[in-house]
């Protein structure tokens, strides 16, 4: 099988060069007639458009009212699927005049709920037939939930949410590409960061046909574990509070910096460089003790409660039976201010999850929350959610690639689960090294799926400093992976002002060699 249509590519790009109108205009009346040819089960073409020129489109739902489209022209497709009688899944593919044959579905983030227009918009860049879903329910922009609300006694919505929607997002998306082009992608690939990580490596082992390449960045894999501890950082400094009363356990803002400026003290230097990353927060004993108020001293200390407070931030977490439920916070990452998961209630995410999904509830109150719970949690485990599972072998055996990173100054999922994934699979796939089909990158610096502090920008996804080199980008490193057989040793980021670094792929280390940093075994 070729691996792309290239005679295709070639006339397409040729007549869109030669005869930019007239292409137009034929390519405006092809797209269009997708309105009424396309019928697939289950499914509804909402709305199609062309869309000749850069633009603002608008959305639908409540995550976005606008979405930009800089890579224009191209063909707009919005369908619905009902997955089942009590479900349903907006989706939209946005197919390029000049596709080089791929295709590419995307993730989602937290609760949500929204088409991921930017990486839509991203993907088309590079010319890929792109398909984003809204996962099931609309919602979840950046400062909200998920509108998880629509996920009570909804089991259906949440198997959508679970594992359903990404797959569904790729058999319709695909045909819907077939049609269009006349032929088939001739590879396909998924591109998704955080819950986004984890429909990907969840794609990976229940439908390990659907995609040919995975970039899956920091997975929130283990997910009600994940959600535990979640709540449980949050509980540990004091949530909830109210004004009036704040926790005795809380650490305001102010002092939090002054927690920061402690850790990196302490553990900067471990790398060999004081630049305000700690390259391998697993090597950082932090000791909050440091810091602890001295007799008379009432400012920029902490009271021994707080200390207690942290001491439990920073250790992993075990349950009643002694088993290890979820791996300790970064220390380092505390500093990120993405997620506020410090900030004083209990956390938004598991909140939600524990009521919505778990409890069924409406209200509850998280005061008493503690890792008794994980029992029945895991009893519970809506959807399958869970998405731990070591068995990637089917996957494996098809030829899947999978490329994963994680940002060690995460501030709301542990990159050290990361590697526990790592092993897990590799455990249970009795293979040393996962190098021939799986590869974690570990981001020295990185935030949540992105940002930080260096150079942490590697063509994750759309807004970042692109580089247009596999060399630099997660996505072209998968393309060439897939296609050529060239696997990405490292992966080299870019900061916003152009200096870069080079990121190892775990179990390697990164090591500074006087220099720069090497990837050393
Ligand atoms: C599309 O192209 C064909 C062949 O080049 C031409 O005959 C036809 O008129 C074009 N259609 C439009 C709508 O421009
Ligand atoms: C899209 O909207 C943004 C923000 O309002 C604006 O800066 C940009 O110029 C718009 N782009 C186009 C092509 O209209
Ligand atoms: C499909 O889902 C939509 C949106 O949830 C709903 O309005 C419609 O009634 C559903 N159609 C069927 C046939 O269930
Ligand atoms: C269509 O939906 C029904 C349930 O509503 C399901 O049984 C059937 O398998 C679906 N068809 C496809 C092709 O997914
Ligand atoms: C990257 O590639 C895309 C698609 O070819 C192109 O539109 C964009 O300008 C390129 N960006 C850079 C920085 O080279
Ligand atoms: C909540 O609903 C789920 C099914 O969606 C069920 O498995 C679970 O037991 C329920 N939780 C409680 C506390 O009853
Ligand atoms: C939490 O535990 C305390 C002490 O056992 C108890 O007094 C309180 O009522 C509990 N609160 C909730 C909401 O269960
Ligand atoms: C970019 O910024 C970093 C951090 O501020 C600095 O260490 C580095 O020297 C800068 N590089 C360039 C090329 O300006
Ligand atoms: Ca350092």
Redesign the pocket.
Known sequence: MPLLSREFLVVTVLIAVLFPGRAAANQSAKCLALQNSLHFENTTILNVAYIAKATNVSTPGICQSTAPVTFAPLCRVQF?I?TT?TS?VHAEAWLPDVWFGRFLGLGNGGLGGCIDYVNLDYGTQLHFAAVGSDNGHDGGGPTDSGDADQLLNHPEVINDFAFRAVHVEAVIGKEIVRAYYGTPAAKSYFLGCSTGGRQGTQAALLFPDDFDGIVAGAPATDFNHLTIWQGLISHYVGAPISPATPSPKFIPPALMSVVSAEILRQCDALDGVIDGIITEPDACEFRPEVIQCTAGETTNCLTPIQVEALKNVFTPLFGLDGQLVYPRYAPGAEADPFGNIFGGGFFVFSDNWARFTILNVTEFDFSNFSVAVTPFWDSINPGGIATYNGDLSAFRRRGGKFFTYHGQRDPIISPTNSKRVYDLISHTLSLPSLDDFYRLFMISGMGHCDGGVGPTSFGQAAGLNLVNTSSHNALLAMVDWVERGIAPDTIIGTDTNGSTRTHCRYPMRSVFNGKVFVCTA
Do not use: K, V
């Open positions: 619905l009902n009688s349903a």
